[in-house]
């Protein structure tokens, strides 16, 4: 058994038996994996308010390759989350994000640039006042490329209606083979904005409820067919929630 250190981000907590919790964390050099807390739900425990969902920990663990889940040793708090549950959407956006990362990597699957875009978008979503919702389709754009299932594009500026070809990846203005999704006129301009410009766009892009909806879905079903084990996640129920 050796002693590891990382930096990890909480993917997910569970309660375990009477005062452990635990956690599914990601990190950069062993990927996605849980770990045992042992008395993290002592109220005074070194664990205390500590191990949130979002958080990003300084971790040091005992390591077994042949084990399901670690053992937790200490923790070291490097960015917390929690002044999110001011603003009811920007949390319940947090989840949304989390969800679909955590079924985008299997156990042990070492991704950086996954890493990577989490901690990056961890640290932007701390700093902001108001965060619309469109940015989970532009976080699901990017993780795309991070899952190296990156769309093929053959789209200009100027489309007006978009088909996504969900087997090959092929994002473009005509429809030709089956198993497409059509994305209508601002749609398509939210999807341009994303992959052809650097700026921040697509914010500025007006999108009703049920185009966000369909949206986020059609991108699920490109994860759902292209990534083993991903299951489209549940968007209906926070839109309704977050789009009046």
Known sequence: ??????????????????????????????????????GAKKPKGQYSGVLEVGNTLDISFAYKPNRTVQDLRSVDLVLSVSNLRRDFI????????????????????????????????????????QVPVHVLPYIQIRCMSCSGIELQ????????????????????????????????????????????SKSKDFLTINLSKNELVELV????AYF?????????QRSQQFFDLVVS
């Open 1 to 38: 058994m050796g002693l590891e250190t990382a930096t990890a981000i909480v993917l997910r907590t569970i309660d375990y038996q009477e005062s452990s919790k635990i956690i599914t964390v990601l990190t950069e050099s062993f990927g996605k994996f849980a770990l045992i807390a042992r």
């Open 90 to 129: 920007t949390w319940l956006l947090l989840f949304q994000v989390l969800d679909r990362i955590t079924a985008l990597i299997h156990e042990h699957e070492i991704n950086n640039d996954l890493y990577k875009l989490l901690s990056q978008f961890l640290i932007w979503l701390t700093q902001q006042e």
């Open 153 to 196: 594009f053959e789209l200009t500026k100027l489309a007006k209606q978009s088909y996504l070809h969900i087997p090959s990846g092929l994002l473009s203005e005509i429809s030709t083979q089956a198993g497409e999704k059509k994305f209508n006129h601002r749609q398509t301009k939210f999807l341009i904005a994303v992959l052809l």
């Open 217 to 220: 879905q059609h991108l699920d």
């Open 224 to 232: 759902h067919y292209h990534i083993e084990g991903y299951n489209p």
